[in-house]
């Protein structure tokens, strides 16, 4: 969680990698501010393709829950 005086710590964005890599259902489980929150989904819609996981050597969806640093 950031800490409301200097707007530093971590934000935790929750995502789905699809089973071609791409990040869907993009949320934070504990929204901070619209700005912070707004940088954050942004930055994570912008990286590159994700390795799906796999099952079986097949690709399948993965849930994630990651922290962010901010500062």
């Known amino acids: 969680m950031v800490n409301n005086s200097d ?3 971590k934000i ?4 789905v990698v699809d089973k071609d890599g791409k990040l869907i259902n993009i949320s934070l489980p504990k929204p901070y ?14 990286m590159p393709k ?3 996981g796999k099952r079986n050597g097949d690709p399948v969806r993965v849930k994630q829950l990651i922290p962010v640093r901010v500062k």
């Open 50 to 52: 994700w390795e799906p």
């Open 33 to 46: 501010s619209l700005s912070l929150d707004s940088t954050t989904v942004a930055y994570i819609c912008n």
């Open 12 to 15: 935790y964005i929750r995502f």
């Open 7 to 9: 707007d530093q710590g």
